[in-house]
């Protein structure tokens, strides 16, 4: 069973940046497929970025150049560094992870509100 809590979140002018973390507990992240998604209001989750075990990351589209996803194993951690951001980024951003080989991620975080605008 793995625990996620997001942190970080919130209100920043267009072209700012953001850094978002996850806190994890119950298992360590670097065990684990860690990833962040997005949602916002009437649409469908976004894939952002996601870490696998070994520490490969790969990106969304929307989002790829502008974010870098790591882990902090010493403190457990998920991290999101966000740079350059547009109003298109607003969303609640939601932590999630998954076992080795899973085709799902099955734990998630509450999510953590980003707001771009000036």
């Known amino acids: 069973q793995v625990q996620l809590v997001e942190s970080g979140g919130g209100l920043v002018q267009p072209g700012g940046s953001l850094r978002l973390s996850c806190a994890a507990s119950?298992?360590?992240?670097?065990?684990?497929?860690m990833a962040w998604f997005r949602q916002a209001p009437g649409e469908e989750r976004e894939f952002v970025a996601a870490?696998?075990?070994?520490?490969?990351?790969y990106y969304g589209d929307s989002v790829k150049g502008r974010v870098t996803i790591s882990t902090d194993n010493a403190k457990n951690t998920v991290n999101l560094q966000m740079n350059s951001l547009k109003p298109e980024d607003t969303a609640v951003y939601y932590c999630a992870a998954k076992r080795r080989f899973a085709s799902a991620y099955s734990y998630w975080g509450q999510g953590t509100q980003v707001t771009v605008s000036s």
């Open positions: 870490i696998r075990w070994s520490g490969s990351p």
């Open positions: 119950g298992r360590t992240v670097s065990t684990y497929d």
